[in-house]
Each structure stands twice: as C-alpha cells, then as structure tokens.
Antibody
Framework: QVQLVESGGGVVQPGRALRLSCAAS????????IHWIRQTPGGGLEWVAV????????YYADSVKGRFTISTDDSKNTLYLQMTNLRTEDTAMYYCAKEFNSPGNHWGQGTLVTVSA | DVVMTQSPLSLSVALGQPASISCRSSHSLVYSDGNTYLNWFQQRPGQSPRRLIYKVSTRDPGVPDRFSGSGSGTDFTLKISRVEAEDVGVYYCMQGTHWTYTFGQGTKLEIK
C-alpha cells in the first residue's frame, strides 16, 4: 500500500540548515506531484512546496521562497526539502503528501523541526 | 494568495445531530479545466490530516456517507449528517486551484 515516511527533523539554531527526506513506496513515485506541508505549534496548516509529477515544476510558498529547495532522487523514491537560513517561525511538524486534486491523497506521519537558539 | 476563511472556528454538537462548516475563498476556485479544486480534511487528535473530500463533493474511499461537500465558486460547505464520537477533531478546507495552495484556519469539532 502507499506509504510516505518523513525523516530528518530535529532541533537546529536560527540561521542553520536542515534537510528533510520523504521516502515513498507503494506507487510510481515519478507519476505524482508530491507536496510538503507544515503544521505550526498553534495548529494551522501551511502548504510549503511541491514538485510536479514530471519533475519540471517546483512551486514554493512565499514564506520559504529562496530559502527552501525541493528535489527528488527517483532511484530511491525519495523527496527532499533542503531548508537553509532557518528562522524560529519555521518551527513546525513537516508532512509530505501525495496528490491533492485527484484520487489517492496520502500523508506521512510527519517529522518535527524546532528552530531555537 | 487566495485566503480561505472557515466558520465557525469551533463547533460543539450532540451525538447524532448534524454539523455544518462553511469555507469561503477570496477568489473563485474554478480552474481553467472547469474543475473546482476544493478539498476537505479531517485531523483527529495525534494523527496526520486525512482527506475526506476533493473537487468539492467527491468522497475519498472509506469516508462514511454521512460526510458531504457542496458549493461552487467561492462558497463551500462540509456537512456531517449525524455526528459520531469518532468525528471529533479539526476540519480544514484547502484550495488546490491557485498557486500557492492555501488552507483554512481549521474548525474544531467537539461532542456536546
């Protein structure tokens, strides 16, 4: 069955970098758009970034544009989110999710990122 | 960005009674292909969000038919015909028509 497993979260100081991973299984990885979404400690959900199904388009929320980069390793069925120049407001649970606008939406369990001095 | 506004932000409903959540968008969610990409999610305590409905009114597999979605343009509604104990959680609408995708603030449903 479809599985998405996030990893790479942790505690990091402001201004530092962190790379999150999303390992996918149970579906043809390259056939779907895979998104990153985060949930702040206050509970709100914020869409962060997406890599389109053909890998040609990347979109980012304004709040992370220029600091976060989404990429993929198709040979490992893994999506990455490289986060640089982290800010305290980036503290959140980060989820990867497959497909929002068609059948087959799935979410991972999330990985927690804490940005603190 | 498209702003999604949910109301109410909290809801207390007796078991077996109906519940309704409104979601309004600042821009029309009709895409150029004619579809309206409005999703509804449920997040139970301690769990990841789970999609209930996509394209306004299409239920995901396994979602009980007491959940229904309706609306068009900028005005959408999620209805639960008879609330059950397992429905406790937070409900979010999300638009997938315009980049960047955006979520509503969430509506917390509790049992009265």
């Amino acid at each position: 069955q479809v599985q998405l497993v996030e990893s790479g979260g942790g505690v990091v100081q402001p201004g530092r970098a962190l790379r999150l991973s999303c390992a996918a299984s149970g579906f043809t990885f390259s056939a779907y758009g895979i998104h990153w979404i985060r949930q702040t400690p206050g509970g709100g959900l914020e869409w962060v970034a997406v890599l389109s199904n053909d890998g040609s388009n990347k979109y980012y929320a304004d709040s992370v544009k220029g600091r976060f980069t989404i990429s993929t390793d198709d040979s490992k069925n893994t999506l990455y989110l490289q986060m640089t120049n982290l800010r305290t407001e980036d503290t959140a649970m980060y989820y990867c999710a497959k497909e929002f606008n068609s059948p087959g939406n799935h979410w991972g369990q999330g990985t927690l990122v804490t940005v603190s001095a | 960005d498209v702003v999604m506004t949910q109301s109410p932000l909290s809801l207390s409903v007796a078991l077996g009674q109906p519940a309704s959540i409104s979601c309004r968008s600042s821009h029309s969610l009709v895409y150029s292909d004619g579809n309206t990409y409005l999703n509804w999610f449920q997040q139970r305590p301690g769990q990841s969000p789970r999609r209930l409905i996509y394209k306004v009114s299409t239920r995901d597999p396994g979602v009980p038919d007491r959940f229904s979605g309706s609306g068009s343009g900028t005005d959408f509604t999620l209805k639960i015909s008879r609330v059950e104990a397992e429905d406790v959680g937070v409900y979010y609408c999300m638009q997938g028509t315009h980049w960047t995708y955006t979520f509503g603030q969430g509506t917390k449903l509790e049992i009265k």
